[in-house]
């Protein structure tokens, strides 16, 4: 049942124009990211730096903290200390200008259920800006592109999960955005969803827009550029796959898999 391997949204995705001034290099950064809890330190001076058209991971178990250090990066909180990021502009201070050009989608799915599919895609471009002519178009492309036709008349409560995190994601890229964070996007879903996203979001990123990604499945690492491993609200690695792999290597192991590099990188910070 899977599709081919072409994404029918990066086909109605322009390709990114970066505005004058912002370096592609540094599409999303965070300088010594902290954010406390009470006594508890969920972030501890996470940095990284997210080039153009790059997908990078932040892979780390449950409770790890790179869901705090994304939310952090996308301005859904707020920096105990250090600065987040995006195009230069600083998300504490100013949120706002930074948010029409990012799309976000939530690890819990955060549409109103109590709404059909059809309601769901209305308000959410009406939120993003879009009106009339234009939004009747980007709308109906959506429902195509994620087969979401025959289900918009249906609640969003009743829909399967996959169809669930297809809508979700419909509604996060509805303004094209230049930026995507996608919280655990894949998480629950069947093998063929989870292909069909990870389809899309490699064509996203081709047509230049910049993908932050949190995971805890090993093999999606894989599909990553980059990847940062988070472990007790620390950065304790970051590179590529390929170079986190051959950091494990050893004479009883010459060929470790992402699973070897992330027990033996985790056993390290240890």
Known sequence: GAKSGESSLAALTPPVELDP????ATVIEARTLTKRFGDFTATDA????????????????NGAGKSTTFKMECGLLKPTEGQALVM????????SAARQRLGYMAQKFSLYTQLTVAQNLAFFS??????????????????????????LGMRTLDL????????????????????LFLDEPTS?????????????????????VT?????????????????????RGR????????????????PGRPNPTMEDAFIGLVQEAD
């Open 211 to 231: 993908v932050m990604v949190t995971t805890h499945f090993l093999d999606e690492a894989e599909y990553c550029d980059r990847i940062a491993l988070v472990y």
């Open 46 to 61: 996470v940095s990284f730096r997210v080039a153009k058209g790059e997908i990078f991971g932040l892979l780390g178990p």
């Open 88 to 95: 230069g502009i600083d998300l504490k201070h100013s949120p």
């Open 188 to 208: 629950g879903v069947d093998p063929v969803t989870r292909r069909e996203f990870w389809t899309h979001i490699n064509g996203l990123a081709q047509k230049g």
């Open 160 to 179: 399967s999960l996959g169809f669930k995190q297809r809508l979700a994601l419909a509604c996060a890229v509805m303004h094209e955005p230049q930026i």
């Open 126 to 151: 009406g939120i993003y800006g879009l009106e009339g002519k234009r939004q009747k178009e980007k709308i109906a492309e959506l429902v195509e592109a994620f087969d979401l036709g025959p289900l």
């Open 235 to 250: 950065v304790i690695a970051l590179g590529t796959p390929d170079e986190l792999k051959a950091g494990m290597a050893a």
């Open 21 to 24: 001034g912002i370096d592609p």
